[in-house]
């Protein structure tokens, strides 16, 4: 059976790089983190890409980046924020992988970006901008609804720690494993 990724996706701030670094050494699988992939090819933070190349620019580095880890598999794959919304990187990673999709309140998510975003030399989140408010992060959860409704699980991460929410997904990981041996 050729080796299958694990795919984290979710909003900006729901715990996909955090929760992915504990997934990967519990499961003993590498960690490909697509935002910091990109900033490593390109020489720039995220936010620096978004203005000076564009939006567009970053979501082709995105899916080049996620093409690349489809090929190889065997790891996980914390995507960024907005790599499902592209329908193509949706049919890739279902057709690769086991998608889990992680999700925490707008609140929660705000507290997470801000604490992010007080830290030294920490950009600010292209796509939310300087202005970060729950609503403005209620409503982009809202517009990417349809892009996230593909995963095969759901794990709210709100008010949880990495720890316990990486043994949860190490859990569903190892029973859709066996499932799909059979």
């Not at 996909?16 to 910091?36: F, H, R, V, W, Y």
């Not at 507290?111 to 409503?139: C, E, F, W």
């Not at 991460?157 to 190892?174: I, P, Q, R």
Request: charged share 25%; aromatic share 6%.
């Amino acid at each position: 059976m050729a080796k299958h990724n694990i795919y984290l996706i979710g909003f900006s701030g729901s715990g996909k790089s955090a929760t992915g670094k504990k997934l990967s050494k519990i499961l003993n699988m590498p960690l490909i983190e697509m935002d910091q992939q990109i900033e490593e090819k390109e020489g720039k933070r995220i936010d620096e890409i978004f203005t000076v190349k564009g939006e567009n620019y970053f979501r082709k580095l995105e899916s080049s980046v996620l093409k690349a880890a489809a090929l190889n598999g065997g790891h996980v794959v914390a995507t960024g924020g907005g790599a499902p919304i592209n329908r193509s990187n949706r049919e890739l990673m279902v057709r690769t992988g086991l998608v889990i999709r992680l999700t925490a309140t707008p609140e929660e998510i705000y507290k997470r970006i801000s604490a992010n975003n007080t830290k030294i030399n920490q950009p600010v989140r292209p796509i939310l901008g300087q202005n970060i408010s729950i609503k403005k992060i209620k409503d982009m959860i809202t517009e990417r609804e349809p892009a996230y409704a593909f995963s095969e699980y759901i794990i709210d991460t709100s008010g949880k720690d990495t720890s316990t929410v990486a043994n949860t997904l190490a859990t569903l990981c190892n029973e859709w494993k066996t499932s799909n041996e059979q």
